[in-house]
């Protein structure tokens, strides 16, 4: 019997976000896996463990709402076990 591995999916579009995000939770002994656009995340196999999805809300082309919206139909995780988390780095203003 195959053992699968919880993982961590990153997508940013920001080079230094992704490259931070892998390091910390690779250092904390999460499977990561980490995509510069939601399109390019889409592309991949889906995974058939449980997952955790963290997105940058603002990216470029497919935002990260958008990729939160076409997930269910898109099966990237096909876990029932898996989470979505938004992220940003900017500051929301009133």
Same mark, same amino acid.
Do not use: N, W
């Given at each position: 019997?195959?053992?699968?591995?919880?993982?961590?999916?990153?997508?940013?579009?920001?080079?230094?976000?992704?490259?931070?995000?892998?390091?910390?939770?690779?250092?904390?002994?999460?499977?990561?896996? $980490?995509? %510069?656009?939601?399109?390019?995340?889409? *592309?991949?196999? =889906?995974?058939? @463990?449980?997952?955790?999805?963290?997105?940058?809300?603002?990216?470029?082309?497919?935002?990260?709402?958008?990729?939160?919206?076409?997930?269910?139909? $898109?099966? %990237?995780?096909?876990?029932?076990?898996? *989470?979505?988390? =938004?992220?940003? @780095?900017?500051?929301?203003?009133?």
């Amino acid at each position: 019997m195959m053992t699968v591995v919880p993982h961590v999916l990153v997508v940013d579009d920001d080079p230094s976000v992704r490259k931070s995000l892998t390091r910390l939770l690779a250092s904390a002994d999460y499977a990561v896996e $980490a995509y %510069a656009s939601a399109r390019e995340f889409l *592309a991949r196999e =889906p995974y058939p @463990g449980p997952c955790c999805l963290l997105q940058d809300v603002r990216m470029p082309g497919l935002t990260g709402i958008q990729l939160q919206g076409i997930l269910p139909r $898109a099966a %990237a995780c096909r876990s029932s076990s898996s *989470a979505v988390t =938004p992220t940003s @780095g900017r500051a929301s203003r009133p």
